[in-house]
C-alpha cells in the first residue's frame, strides 16, 4: 500500500457512515424538480414537449419518442445546471463582478445550445408525426 492510498484509507475511515434512504432521495429529487418546472423558461418547454411525446407514444413511433425523451431530457439537465450555477454564482459573489458574469455566460451557452438542439429535434419530430397522421 503506498503512503497515498493508505491516507485516502485512514481518511475514509473517519468518514460518518450515512444510511442510503432512497426515500429522502426521491423527496430532493422532486424537491428540485419543483424549483425548476416552477421556473416560466422551463415550465413552457415541458408543455410544448409532453404532446409530441404523448402523440409519438400513441402512433407508436419509439424512435421519435425516445429523441424527444432525449432532447428535452437534455434540455432539462442543462437548465437545471444552468439555474444552479447561476444561484450558486450569485450566493458567492451578491456583487457584479466580472468572473462571475463569464461563468453565468458560459452556463447560458450551455443551455442556449441543449435548448436549440431540443427545438430543432421537436420540430423535425412534429413534421414527421404529422406526415404519419395526414
Not at 59 to 67: E, K, N, V
Not at 88 to 107: E, S, T
Amino acid at each position: 500500500m503506498t503512503a497515498s492510498s493508505f491516507l485516502i484509507y485512514k481518511f475514509m475511515h473517519k468518514l460518518p457512515k450515512s444510511k442510503y434512504d432512497p426515500i429522502k432521495k426521491l423527496k430532493v429529487i422532486f424537491s428540485g424538480l419543483h424549483f425548476a418546472v416552477s421556473d416560466f423558461s422551463v415550465a413552457y418547454k415541458l408543455v410544448l414537449s409532453v404532446p409530441v411525446f404523448i402523440l409519438s407514444f400513441i402512433l407508436q413511433q419509439w424512435i421519435d419518442f425516445t429523441l424527444i425523451l432525449l432532447a428535452t431530457g437534455m434540455m432539462l439537465v442543462a437548465e437545471l445546471l444552468n439555474s444552479a450555477i447561476e444561484i450558486l454564482c450569485d450566493f458567492v459573489q451578491p456583487r457584479k463582478d466580472m468572473q462571475i458574469g463569464i461563468i453565468k455566460d458560459i452556463a447560458a451557452a450551455a443551455a442556449g445550445i441543449s435548448i436549440f438542439v431540443w427545438a430543432a429535434t421537436l420540430i423535425l419530430e412534429v413534421s414527421h408525426l404529422w406526415q404519419k397522421i395526414i
